[in-house]
């Protein structure tokens, strides 16, 4: 049976729930799977993760003294299989002392990641996210002489990008979550073979039916205009922006509600913005959410904004389209792959709130006062929107791609023997 240890930042997360449908479709097809978490997971954090299994979820932290001294030991025994990887980090590279230092930290934390599997006998690793935990996986995956995969989603490779040029050299695959992450990815580095790096789109179940004409008709009754934003409190979100073109609505005199589905560190802030621009009649921060009450927030969204700097393609964006919903999202990334202008939703320029103002001014004309023709034009995009998520950004079709072309690259690697390592060395 073939044995993967799957390793995210935090798991279980509510707001990562594609880690845990993957883990579940690669077990309903045969696959050991021991899910793995660098931090200690919130207690929220019940995402469906196939728990069916007898497997425990092995977390990283808190640390342990007596593993530590094991992946110290590991360390010094299996040298040579990470020697490559040290003298990257201390040797080569423009990255500052602080990364490098971290580098050598994360190095360790690896060592000890490689104990904790070592009963497990795993076949090979897989890492969701660029991020600190898709080093700490590859160097098990070198201690453990395992295979190594990861998967890319957004700011993990747009924004940060912490040595992934090594990530993506020592992988035996990468999986992406969108068309344009692959070509950033084949451009940014031109000596990756592009057969490494596969496409897997994330994906989002449809509700039964949709009723545009009921929908309507309610909003015809209502006065005010309603937005949602979904999405942590995170500063690449950028809720500062939606914060502040809603003053300028307010000023224009739009009468208009906002709601913010999140919770994060940058809540302070939005708190003290929110009351200096004295939005409070206007805009709520309903902080986290859960998600069987998200259904009543997109019924009553007029409109589902995103104001994100980086994004991969956010399934908030799929939810809202799959609902009927109208979506207004920046033009970055991969999210003109799901939202086409003016065909399945609206873009923006990224960054212009003169642009986002118009935009939102002119659905509020369209939808609230609007003649017949435009809201009946309305719903053909909403019905085009629902469509496109259909057939290209589905959750079931997607995860059974997905676990066609895993197992695919996965199932026939063979763990190699002590002695190959060693004549391979000598050649």
């Not at 629902?386 to 026939?412: D, I």
């Amino acid at each position: 049976m073939l044995t993967v240890a799957y390793l995210a930042n935090q798991f279980p997360s509510a707001v990562e729930p594609y880690v845990g449908e993957e883990i579940q479709e690669l077990r309903e097809r045969g696959v050991q799977i021991l899910a793995s978490s660098v931090r200690r997971p919130r207690s929220e954090a019940n995402a469906a993760v196939g728990d069916d299994s007898e497997m425990p979820v092995l977390c990283l932290q808190p640390v342990r003294l007596l593993i530590l001294l094991q992946a110290l030991g590991t360390i010094l025994w299996r040298w040579n299989r990470i020697t490559r990887l040290l003298t990257r980090v201390l040797l080569r590279g423009k990255e500052s002392p602080k990364l490098r230092a971290k580098a050598l930290l994360h190095t360790y934390l690896g060592a000890y990641y490689a104990v904790l599997l070592g009963k497990y006998r795993v076949d090979h690793i897989h890492v969701h996210h660029g991020y600190f935990g898709s080093w700490v996986a590859m160097v098990a995956a070198r201690l453990l002489d395992v295979g190594f995969s990861l998967t890319l989603h957004g700011s993990d490779l747009l924004i940060d990008g912490a040595y992934l040029d090594v990530k993506l050299e020592s992988c035996r695959f990468s999986v992406t979550i969108s068309e344009y992450n692959r070509r950033y990815i084949l451009k940014r580095f031109p000596a990756i073979e592009a057969r490494k790096i596969l496409v897997s789109r994330l994906g989002v179940d449809l509700p039964a039916h949709v009723e545009f004409s009921r929908a309507r008709a309610a909003r015809g009754k209502r006065r005010s205009l309603s937005l949602l934003a979904v999405g942590r409190l995170h500063a690449v979100k950028d809720h500062a922006f939606l914060v502040r073109s809603c003053a300028q609505l307010r000023n224009y005199g739009l009468n208009f509600e906002c709601a913010i589905a999140g919770e994060g560190p940058e809540r302070p802030h939005l708190e003290v913005l929110i009351e200096q621009n004295r939005l409070q009649d206007h805009l709520r921060l309903l902080g986290h959410v859960a998600r069987e009450q998200m259904d009543a927030l997109y019924d009553r969204a007029d409109v589902v904004v995103l104001t994100s700097r980086s994004e991969g393609i956010p399934l908030v964006l799929m939810e809202a389209m799959a609902r009927g919903k109208i979506v207004l999202a920046p033009a970055i990334t991969g999210i003109s792959e799901l939202v086409i202008h003016e065909k399945t939703g609206f873009l923006y320029a990224p960054g212009a709130r003169d642009d986002f103002l118009t935009k939102i001014l002119f659905l509020d004309e369209q939808i609230r006062r609007g003649n017949q023709n435009a809201v009946i034009g309305l719903d053909w995009l909403r019905h085009a929107a629902r469509v496109h998520v259909l057939h290209n950004f589905n959750r079931r079709k997607s995860l059974t791609r997905f676990g066609n072309q895993f197992l695919q690259l996965t199932a026939h690697q063979d763990r190699s023997l002590p002695y190959e390592n060693f004549i391979l060395q000598q050649i």
